[in-house]
Nanobody, 115 residues
Framework: VQLQASGGGLVQPGGSLRLSCAAS????????MGWYRQAPGKQRGFVATITSGGYTNYADSLKGRFTISRDSAKNTVYLQMNSLKPEDTAVYYCKLTTTLGRTYWGQGTLVTVSS
């Protein structure tokens, strides 16, 4: 199983980015898909998750600015990020969890918010 994240880059404060993460390989019974991020010098932290039924959960500090969605037919999860701030600068990782409890991580995509 491979998770390929894309969509990161350099954006000015107040701008937007949309991250994508596509899962490929022998994947069965995908349950949750989600995003985490790791800023320089900090531990990896929770951003958002979405269940197979479409239920979403967000880090409190990101509600209203970030939106997670998924295309189950494509095994792809998205993260729409609006009104970006310099403190959103981080490597963003996607995560997939199956109904059997297996967890897979993507390689990360760097988001830099700077003028």
């Amino acid at each position: 199983v491979q998770l390929q994240a894309s969509g990161g880059g350099l954006v000015q404060p107040g701008g937007s980015l949309r991250l994508s993460c596509a899962a490929s390989g022998s994947i069965f019974n995908i349950n949750n898909m989600g995003w985490y991020r790791q800023a320089p010098g900090k531990q990896r932290g929770f951003v958002a998750t979405i269940t197979s039924g479409g239920y979403t959960n967000y880090a409190d500090s990101l509600k209203g600015r970030f939106t997670i969605s998924r295309d189950s037919a494509k095994n792809t999860v998205y993260l729409q990020m609006n009104s970006l701030k310099p403190e959103d600068t981080a490597v963003y990782y996607c995560k997939l969890t199956t109904t059997l409890g297996r967890t897979y991580w993507g390689q990360g995509t760097l988001v830099t918010v700077s003028s």
